[in-house]
């Protein structure tokens, strides 16, 4: 079994208190808008998987491949998608809302989101280097990494070398959180410890890779009301003939002047 996985929003940090009184730091995670926006089967894709997305946008903020696909499911265009592989009992109906009880009390799962730019920094913060002594005839050079080429062979400087540069700004997994609880009036997620990224950046949960799943595991997910697709609710309302309006016209006239010609008629 392999279920699909969150799109969350990062709110912060805090802490809270559990039965016993300890204190425990918490990640705050929002669930709110997630959506089930399409599905891959193995029919018509030959894979199965779960399209899901995240805070609504406008169509000016969108590709023009996103808004056609949506309007083909029936959704609207989100800022945010991602596409979960999944086990064909966990496919999820398209346009169900998710909700934060997808993963229980006490589960272990799996947060990836991309981490802080910290732009250009040395070697020591970036790669934790030692950096050079601070006697011994060391003049203004403390924190740089010292020598990085070779003798005359190979007689240049290997790919790969730990030197300064970018730093951050990655997509960085941490793997085996503990979820603390659920907070369902604003669709929260509280989870045990650090999450990468920046507040109101996205971050992907999943079920814990290395972790076995709960046996209360909601499958496929908690399944509230799905809306109907606006396409879909045409397709399923009953076909009105509408009349002309002349047509319209012709039958009141004619019904109002039935009783004068029956009078005619009497006479």
């Not at 007689?155 to 959180?177: S, Y």
Request: proline fraction near 5%; aromatic fraction near 4%.
């Amino acid at each position: 079994m392999k279920r699909s996985g969150l799109i969350t929003e990062k709110v912060g940090m805090t802490r809270l208190f559990d039965d016993n009184g300890s204190s425990t730091p918490v990640t705050v995670l929002a669930v709110r808008d997630c959506t089930v926006v399409g599905q891959r089967t193995n029919d018509k894709h030959g894979y199965v998987a779960v399209q899901v997305g995240i805070r609504e946008a406008k169509d000016k903020h969108a590709a023009k491949p996103q808004i056609e696909a949506a309007k083909k499911q029936g959704v609207k265009v989100f800022r945010k998608m991602s596409e979960f592989r999944v086990t064909e009992d966990c496919l999820i109906p398209v346009g169900t809302k998710m909700s934060a009880e997808h993963f229980v009390k006490g589960q272990f799962i799996d947060a990836q989101g991309t981490s802080k730019g910290k732009g250009f920094q040395g070697a020591m913060k970036r790669h934790n280097f030692a950096g050079l002594e601070a006697s011994h005839g060391v003049l203004k050079a403390h924190r740089s990494i010292g020598g990085t080429g070779m003798r005359e062979w190979p007689g240049r400087v290997f790919k790969g070398k730990k030197m300064a540069g970018h730093m951050g700004a990655e997509t960085v997994t941490v793997q085996n959180l503990k979820v603390f609880g659920h907070d369902m009036d604003d669709n929260l997620i509280f989870v045990e410890g650090a999450v990468p990224g920046a507040n109101g950046s996205f971050i992907i949960l999943t079920d814990a890779m290395k972790k076995d799943l709960p046996k209360d595991l909601p499958v496929p997910t908690v399944m509230a009301e799905v809306p109907v697709a606006p396409a879909a609710a045409e397709e399923a309302a009953p076909v009105v003939e509408e009349v002309p309006a002349a047509e319209k016209i012709e039958e009141a006239v004619a019904a109002s002047d039935a009783p004068a010609a029956e009078e005619k008629a009497g006479e």
